[in-house]
């Protein structure tokens, strides 16, 4: 029995299609579930050594090798691995605190400290520029496609997200003088938000520009498209903003009663680590399921593509009628 085992787990069969998520993306809890794995903080504790080993498992199921004895859980624990550490267009390793991974421990710390250190403009000014330098790593590492951006554009793109950012929270925190102290609270969330609809197309100009890979179904390159692009930036935009408001939105409400007890006032200092807490509380929910609202692999009729690219696609490959694109996260 033990030997009729060990041959079975061997012979684990090469057709898994590993190139597609292991739950159906057509379905938003199918999505929600591919997103938990992906979004798991666990992830960025991973030694290179593990990365490494995740990387040959799935580049050999892909050349038709299977590990003796892998089962098909470790084949998608591999694949789930190498996902959250390589790029899908480039397959470069990205780096760790752009990954999808890093969101929850760097987005609680630094949004905590956002929303308890708005007061002052120093502390706004700082603390913004934190969040939107973190942004601009994360929107650069998530970009979609494989075009090589340069270090010329990469400064460009950072520093005009960043200035545009900070000087819209140093706007809105200027208004939050004149609102009661509760409204004032949420003026992060609204620089987020607003700073979000800049960082996000700013530092992913180059796609919007000269146009994202788009495929067929069976993942044949078909050209690169400016709309797809724009449709791919809009659903991160929405999603990103989307994300940040539970933990953004909440937690005012939570603090503002909270710093009315005895115990804040006898403990201030508790103040900013309760904040990150409940932040972090709600940003591990937040994160997956904001990312699933979208599929990864998003798609568009031919018809919304760019007149030439659609005449192009029609002469070289008829019967196409939808094309596909990684959106980026």
């Not at 789930?80 to 987005?107: C, W």
Request: some cysteine.
């Amino acid at each position: 029995v033990c030997l009729a085992v060990v041959v079975m787990a061997a012979e684990l069969s090469t057709s898994i299609n590993i190139r597609e998520p292991r739950w159906d993306q057509g379905t938003f809890v199918g999505r929600a579930k591919h997103f938990f794995t992906v979004t798991d903080p666990r992830n960025i504790l991973l030694s290179n050594e593990q990365l490494e080993t995740a990387h040959r498992i799935i580049q050999d199921y892909r050349q038709g090798v299977v590990a003796p004895g892998l089962t098909e859980d470790e084949l998608w624990r591999a694949k789930y691995i190498f996902d959250s550490a390589f790029h899908p267009d480039t397959g470069e390793k990205m780096l760790v605190i752009g990954r999808m991974s890093a969101q929850v421990p760097m987005n609680m710390t630094i949004t905590g400290c956002m929303m308890t250190f708005y007061r002052t403009t120093p502390a706004v000014l700082f603390w913004q520029w934190i969040n939107q330098s973190f942004n601009a790593i994360v929107n650069y590492t998530n970009r979609s496609g494989d075009a090589p951006i340069t270090v010329n554009q990469l400064g460009t793109a950072y520093v005009s997200a960043t200035t545009g950012a900070v000087v819209t929270a140093l706007g809105l925190n200027a208004l939050a003088k004149h609102v009661s102290p509760l409204l004032g609270r949420f003026v992060p969330f609204a620089a987020v938000a607003a700073a979000n609809c800049i960082n996000i197309p700013l530092m992913r100009q180059r796609e919007l520009k000269y146009g994202i890979p788009v495929m067929d179904e069976n993942d044949l390159r078909l050209g690169e498209s400016s709309k797809a692009a724009q449709q791919a930036i809009s659903q991160v935009v929405i999603s990103r903003i989307l994300m940040a408001s539970p933990g953004m939105a909440i937690p005012p409400f939570l603090m503002n009663s909270l710093e009315k007890k005895a115990f804040l006032k006898r403990f201030p200092w508790m103040s900013a680590p309760i904040q990150v807490s409940l932040v972090g509380f709600c940003l591990v929910f937040a994160t997956p399921l904001c990312c699933a609202l979208f599929p990864q692999k998003s798609s568009m009729a031919l018809t919304r593509l760019e007149p030439e690219l659609q005449e192009k696609i029609r002469a070289n490959h008829p019967g196409v009628e939808r094309v596909y694109f990684n959106k980026g996260l």
